[in-house]
């Protein structure tokens, strides 16, 4: 059987990648004490993705809901990461936010449309 939430698992996955390596390059750095609530917001967003993976991989009844909340999770990350662009690695974890948020809508609307 195919899982109708093959592109957004990718997506969710990708993100979460950037996420965790995002919040450890920041943790390591000399500015981690500035960078809190980055490292806050990464550690949710990846958090939150790794969720809506396992419920999609289970074609869970919840998934849809928790992709829901996911888009606001991943674009609140893709502002803050926007906010320190200079490192390539916030640039990295932003686009993937983004295009996370992206793929957790299209899950949203499969819910609206059924």
């Known amino acids: 059987m195919m899982n109708p939430y093959k592109d957004c698992i990718k997506s969710c996955i990708e993100c979460f990648i ?4 995002c ?3 920041s943790l390591q750095s000399k500015e981690a004490k500035e960078m809190a609530a980055s490292i806050q ?3 949710q967003c990846a958090d939150m993705c790794k969720t ?3 419920l ?5 009844t919840h998934a849809q809901r928790l992709c829901e909340m996911c888009i606001k999770a991943c674009q609140q990350c893709a502002q803050e990461c926007a906010k320190h662009n200079t490192h390539a690695y ?4 932003m686009k993937a936010c983004e295009q996370c948020a992206q793929e ?3 899950v949203a609307m499969l819910k609206q449309a059924a």
Do not use: I
Not at 56 to 60: D, E, K, N, R
Not at 90 to 93: D, I, M, Q, S, V
């Open 52 to 54: 809506a993976v396992s």
């Open 41 to 43: 917001l990464e550690r």
């Open 104 to 106: 957790c809508e299209k």
């Open 56 to 60: 999609m991989l289970h074609q869970s």
């Open 18 to 21: 950037a996420c965790e390596a």
């Open 23 to 25: 919040l450890t390059t």
């Open 90 to 93: 916030y640039r990295h974890c």
